[in-house]
């Protein structure tokens, strides 16, 4: 291994300290919203499969008898 890759490449490491301040800060609440805004579509989602399978036993059912 050649130290002038070792060299190039140490060169490009950003300190932490920039790091932290390029950062964006992040609302806590606002992704918490997202969560519960995706969970909600998530459990329509699913009512609504499972209401269409029960109408649709239904349907069978009182057809077959």
């Given at each position: ?10 060169k ?7 790091y ?10 606002v ?5 519960l805004e ?19 036993l ?8």
């Open positions: 291994m050649s130290t002038e890759s070792l060299n190039r490449t140490s490009n490491v950003e300190t932490p300290s920039n932290i301040e390029t950062q964006k800060r992040v609302d806590v609440d992704l918490k919203q997202r969560l995706e969970d909600r579509k998530d459990k329509n989602k699913r009512n609504m499969i499972l209401s269409s399978i029960a109408v649709f239904g349907i069978v059912f009182i057809l077959t008898y």
